[in-house]
Each structure stands twice: as structure tokens, then as C-alpha cells.
């Protein structure tokens, strides 16, 4: 059943994705959806991009076990926003498609900032994309209960994790090479209200068992956690008391990170462009902000919902990462309101859900570093900015080809490893390279080229570099590398605390070393553009 | 555009006006949510008998600052929004209506001097 209802979000999307195709004349609506989508719309896009299934699964299930702790991943995604509301508007106005055209406005130096933005920006996407590949790939099983060692019509499981992945692949690719961002953001859309419609029934279902009081709730999670008396508070997964100064630091890291990463991610950047003025991107993040906002909420009934209807045991005898507690917490409300079926199609409905949130957001991924490939990449370094419209739509079509088999591929062969720090390493990477570049470019008159290179690869690779010589890496009791190896020297699993700091500081070092004159009149036009929309890349065609 | 144009008008004591309006309310926001997080997130690391306590029924001090700041997000993202519209957006229109003027008037007058060079090079011939 989980099967249909996910067939009949497939068959909606690739007839939208159709329809774009059709629509789709240039770079304007390959990249930017001809600019035309409303704040609302491109509100629910954002949310949808944003609310990976990492954030839907993961974080219900992080709660459902560890509790409190699993709510602060909550409160980094959401509060980050703010920061992307007082930026987009300058970036809608500066910008054209990407990040870059951003970065490069007043550079002397273009091809060079601009590569070190593709390389970024693809950076960035690939290592988001393999998390949440992989991810979806341990998830397949799980919703059609297949365990290891059983098969499933003669697949084991295995072998489905690879076809999951592949099929994944196949549908993001066709999405984006052949619908561009229009189709890319009907997906979003479609995906966003389904997941919240999801989350709604069953945040209501769960506070109704009990009388819609969160405090009993919470009492009857605390008695099945396993851990009564300390599940509620502060301390049980991230900075334990256990691990010292250390824990605590790492903490923050990640924290950090997660706060100041959102501005920078690629495939949200990318979405600043598709609407018509800055004031509508402006309420397209309020509306993401609302949206975002109350999803997180809602986790909360989620995960501390699932502890207590379904119990630790049963969640842990399930996925011992918690992965399924939104599912099983599907069933048992299911049950309790309508009986056994109620509990197969609401179990049904939130499968399906994780499906389309898992596509959606890879989706997004491969648009993203796509898109900077053929505009920034092709457009700019390789045809010096001037190439044909159709000839760089094609080169992006391609891209988005061989972006979707390069993820596809490392997301086979990596994935029987726990990369769920992937996740967390891509906001770190967006926080170091992307958000001190993007603020400096925007508001010091004196940052020139060398400083953007420099700053963007050094939050890319100092980020890259502390994760390798982390406990994440070797040393450590969950490393990638077995006991043996042992070449960490960096304490932190989290590189954010450093690697943030260490990004501005290349960028200021690079742009004061350099002999390079920045040029004030530019700077002057950059920010009178950004401040008020003047000479601002309008629609196409009038909304 | 041109760099004149431009010029003249970033140097425009409106468009400084605006520039200044900008950078304190940005200022303000991120001190504010920046503060306020990781304070909590301090908090959360460091202080933790005191998020333990209890606040409303079995909700502790660490859940109730955990959902209050939801809500100054929310509350924030508010006030941001009802300064620029009132503070920022009227004087952002202006500049930008002011720069499509010019620019259109620059057009306007290279589109002249092109038509009477095309007039002289045909009288000449």
C-alpha cells in the first residue's frame, strides 16, 4: 500500500515534470523557474527543500530516544532562518542564478571566484546527496519491513538498499535534467503540503490519546524511555557529562554549524531567484519560517509521541538509531482510532511521505549543483560568460546526468557505513565556505578576489581536513576506519567552532595580502543594487 | 547603468539613510537571535541542574526555553518584517524608481545622439 500511495506521488510529479519541460525555454526557467512563482508558493518550495527526511525521521527518531537532546537539532534548523531572512533580499537583488553571481559582482579576478564557488557548491551538494541517498537506501527496508537475513519477493535486503538507490537516482535525474526548476519546485510544493498534512494528523492523533495535554504526554515518555528522570533533560546524547570539556565544545560545534550553515546551502540559495522581487522572496522565507517552524514543533509530538505509545524497546528492536519511531508511532495511533487497517494505511500514508520528502530534497540537491556547473563552470570560466542560452540549458541538463550517477555511485559504495555525519559535515562546509564569503562580498567595501578564493577554500578544506584528522575519521569508538587506526590529532567530531573562524580569517588575509585594488564604484553599485532592487534581474514575463 | 548615475546616487543622502537603517536593524537581529541561542545553547551544556528544573507540570526550564525560542523566532522574523516595510521598502522604491529614471534619460539621450550621427553620416553623403 505504502507502494501506491508512493506511485501516485511518482505519477503526479512526472506529469507536472512534463509539464515544465514544455514550459521551459531558457536559463531564465531552467534556473530561476522564470522567476515567477509567488512568495507563498516558493515559501513551501524552501520548506520543502529544507525539511530533508533526515530532519523528518531522524530527528523524531533522535527524540524518540535520547529526548531532549534530539529537540535541539530542531531549534539550530529553525532559528538559522533568521539569518536567511535579513540576507535573501540582498541576495535576490544581486544576484542571477547562483551564489557566485553574488560573489563575483565586484571581483577583478571572475573565473577564479567563480570555480572556487562551483567547486563549493558542488562540494557541498554531493555530500548532502550521499547522506541522504544512503539514507533512504537503510530506510526502504524499513518501510517494507524487510530484516536482515528474511527477503522480500525473493530480494534480500541488500539488494534493495541498491535498487532503492538507483531508483532514486533515476527519479532525480529525470526530475531535474528534465523539468528545471519549475518542475523541481511543483515537487517541493507537492511534497512540502504532504508532509505537513502528515505531520498534522499525526501530531493531532498523538496529542488526542492524551486529552491534548503535552505535560501528560511527556510524563508517559519519561516512564517508557528507558531512562526515567533524566529523559527530559539536557545531556543524554550530545555533550555528555561523561566526555568533559570536550563533549561540551563538540556540542557547540555543531550547534554553530547548523545555525549559520542553512544561508549557505546551495539548494536553498538557489531558490532566492525564483521569484519576481525581493520583497516576494522576503515573505517566501517567512512563509518558509512559519512552515519550518511549526514542522519542528510538531517533531516533538512526534518523538516524545512515539516513546510513549510505542516504548523505547520496540523502537530500538526496530532500528536501534530510531529511525522508524515515526513510522511505528504511525501504526499505533492508526490502530488505536480506527483499528489494524487504520493502522496499515496511516503507516501507509507516512511511508509514502518519507518517500516523496527523501526525492524531494536530492532532488533539489542535484538542481543546485547543477545549475552552478553549467552557469558558473561552463558559462563563465569555460565560454568566459558568453555562451549560447540553449547550449548552457544543455550543458546543465547534462550536469544534473552526471552529478546523479557520480552521488548514485558513492552512495552504493559507501553504503553500509554510518555517514549520518555527512549531514552534518554539509552545514558545516555551507557555514566555512559559502555564508563568510556571501556576507563579507555583501557589506566590506575592501574584499576583492583573492579574498573570496581564499575564504572559500579554506572553509571548505580546513572544514574537509578537521573531519579527516577527527575521532569521525579514526580513534574514535564509531570511526570509519577500524580500532587499529588511529591518526586523529583534532578532538571535535564537529568542525564548525574552528573551521567557521578560520574562513573569515583566510578571507580577510587573503584580501589584505593580495596587491589586488578593490574597486569602490563597483562596490557602491553592488550594494545600491542590493539595498534596493535597482538593475535587479526581473521575470521574463510580467506575473 | 552607468558608473555615474550610480554614483550620484549612493552618495544620495536617501540611499545613506537607507544603507544606515539596514545595517542597525540587521545589527540588532542577529545580536538578538545570536545572543538568545546560544546563551541557551550554554545553557543546555553547561548549566544543567538548572534546565532540569521543573517549570509547568513534567514540561522542564530546558523544554519551555527550547520552545520560547520558537517563539522569538517567530517574533522576530515579525518585527524584521514590519521595520522594512515601513522604514526600509518606501525609500528602497524611490532610489530604485530614481535609478530607472536616470537610466532611462541616459538611454534616451544615446538613442538621440545615435539618430543625429545617423543623420549627419547620410547629409554627408
Redesign the interface.
Given at each position: 500500500m505504502t507502494i501506491g500511495l508512493f506511485a501516485v506521488f511518482i505519477v503526479i510529479t512526472l506529469g507536472v515534470t512534463i509539464w515544465a519541460r514544455v514550459t521551459t525555454k531558457g536559463t531564465d526557467d531552467f534556473y530561476a523557474g522564470g522567476r515567477g512563482f509567488s512568495g507563498p508558493q516558493n515559501g513551501l518550495a524552501l520548506a520543502g527543500d529544507y525539511m530533508s527526511a533526515a530532519s523528518f525521521l531522524g530527528i523524531a527518531g533522535i527524540i524518540a530516544l535520547s529526548g531532549?537532546d534530539g529537540?535541539?537539532y530542531s531549534?539550530?534548523f529553525?532559528?538559522a532562518?533568521?539569518?536567511t531572512?535579513?540576507l535573501v533580499e540582498l541576495m535576490r537583488n544581486a544576484g542571477r542564478f547562483t551564489m557566485a553571481d553574488v560573489l563575483s559582482y565586484r571581483a577583478a579576478r571572475r573565473p577564479m571566484v567563480r570555480t572556487a564557488a562551483a567547486v563549493s557548491t558542488v562540494t557541498v551538494s554531493v555530500f548532502y546527496l550521499v547522506a541522504q541517498m544512503v539514507g533512504a537506501g537503510a530506510l526502504v527496508g524499513l518501510l517494507l519491513g524487510i530484516h536482515p537475513g528474511e527477503t522480500f519477493m525473493g530480494i534480500s535486503p541488500e539488494a534493495a538498499k541498491v535498487i532503492t538507490i538507483l531508483a532514486v537516482g533515476m527519479m532525480m535525474i529525470f526530475y531535474v535534467s528534465y523539468g528545471g526548476m519549475k518542475g523541481t519546485t511543483w515537487v517541493q510544493i507537492i511534497k512540502a503540503v504532504l508532509l505537513m498534512a502528515g505531520t498534522t494528523v499525526l501530531t493531532v492523533l498523538v496529542l488526542g490519546r492524551f486529552g491534548f495535554?503535552?505535560?501528560?504526554m511527556?510524563?508517559a515518555a519519561?516512564a517508557r524511555s528507558g531512562q526515567p528522570g533524566d529523559f527530559?533533560?539536557?545531556?543524554l546524547r550530545y555533550?555528555k557529562?561523561a566526555d568533559g570539556i570536550v563533549g561540551?565544545l563538540d556540542?557547540?560545534s555543531l550547534?554553530v554549524a547548523l545555525?549559520l550553515g542553512t544561508a549557505g546551502l546551495p539548494h536553498i540559495v538557489g531558490r532566492f531567484f525564483t521569484v519576481p522581487d525581493a520583497?516576494a522572496a522576503?515573505t517566501s522565507?517567512?512563509w518558509a519560517?512559519?512552515l519550518v517552524?511549526a514542522f519542528?514543533?510538531m517533531t516533538l509530538a512526534l518523538g516524545f509521541g512515539a516513546t510513549a505509545l510505542v516504548g523505547q524497546e520496540a523502537i530500538t528492536a526496530q532500528d536501534p538509531s530510531g529511525n522508524t519511531a515515526a513510522l511505528q508511532l504511525a501504526q499505533a495511533v492508526g490502530e488505536s482510532v480506527a483499528g489494524p487497517v487504520g493502522g496499515e494505511i496511516l503507516l501507509a500514508f507516512i511511508g509514502a511521505v518519507a518517500f516523496a520528502t527523501i526525492l524531494a530534497v536530492v532532488s533539489g540537491l542535484v538542481l543546485a549543483s547543477s545549475t552552478s556547473l553549467a552557469h558558473d563552470f561552463f558559462g563563465h570560466v569555460l565560454m568566459l560568460g558568453k555562451p549560447k542560452e540553449s547550449q548552457e540549458v544543455a550543458v546543465a541538463r547534462f550536469s544534473a546526468f552526471v552529478i546523479g550517477v557520480f552521488s548514485v555511485f558513492l552512495a552504493v559504495l559507501v553504503r553500509d557505513m554510518n555517514v549520518a555525519f555527512l549531514v552534518a559535515l554539509a552545514f558545516a562546509m555551507a557555514a566555512s565556505a559559502n555564508l563568510p564569503a556571501i556576507v563579507l562580498a555583501l557589506f566590506w567595501r575592501r574584499f576583492n578576489s583573492t579574498g573570496v578564493v581564499c575564504g572559500v577554500y579554506g572553509g571548505l578544506l580546513g572544514s574537509i581536513a578537521l573531519v579527516a584528522l577527527s575521532p569521525v575519521m579514526s580513534g574514535g569508538p564509531r570511526s570509519l576506519l577500524p580500532p587499529p587506526i588511529d591518526f586523529h590529532v583534532f578532538p571535535l567530531e564537529n568542525p564548525g567552532l574552528v573551521s567557521i573562524p578560520f574562513a573569515f580569517l583566510c578571507a580577510v588575509a587573503g584580501t589584505l595580502l593580495s596587491r589586488e585594488k578593490a574597486d569602490p564604484?563597483r562596490y557602491?553599485?553592488l550594494?545600491?543594487r542590493a539595498?534596493?532592487?535597482?538593475?535587479a534581474h526581473a521575470p521574463r514575463t510580467k506575473p | 547603468m552607468q558608473a555615474d548615475d550610480l554614483a550620484g546616487l549612493a552618495a544620495d543622502e536617501r540611499f545613506r539613510l537607507l544603507k544606515t537603517r539596514f545595517r542597525r536593524l540587521a545589527l540588532t537581529i542577529v545580536g538578538a537571535f545570536l545572543g538568545w541561542y546560544f546563551l541557551y545553547i550554554a545553557l543546555s551544556a553547561f548549566a544543567r541542574d538548572f534546565m532540569a528544573l521543573p517549570a509547568i507540570g513534567n514540561v522542564n526550564v530546558a523544554l519551555l526555553l527550547g520552545v520560547l525560542q520558537f517563539v522569538s523566532t517567530f517574533v522576530l522574523a515579525w518585527r524584521y518584517t514590519r521595520y522594512a516595510r515601513r522604514m526600509l521598502d518606501p525609500l528602497s522604491a524611490e532610489l530604485r524608481d530614481e535609478a530607472g529614471q536616470r537610466q532611462a534619460e541616459r538611454e534616451r539621450e544615446r538613442r538621440i545622439l545615435a539618430e543625429r550621427h545617423r543623420i549627419e553620416n547620410w547629409t554627408r553623403r
Open positions: 531532549y529537540f535541539l531549534i539550530g529553525l532559528v532562518w533568521l539569518l531572512l535579513l495535554n503535552p505535560s501528560d511527556l510524563g519519561d527530559l533533560n539536557p545531556g555533550g557529562d561540551k556540542f557547540v550547534a545555525v520583497r522576503r522565507v517567512n519560517i512559519g517552524g519542528y514543533l564604484e557602491s553599485e550594494s545600491l539595498l534596493t532592487g535597482a538593475g | -
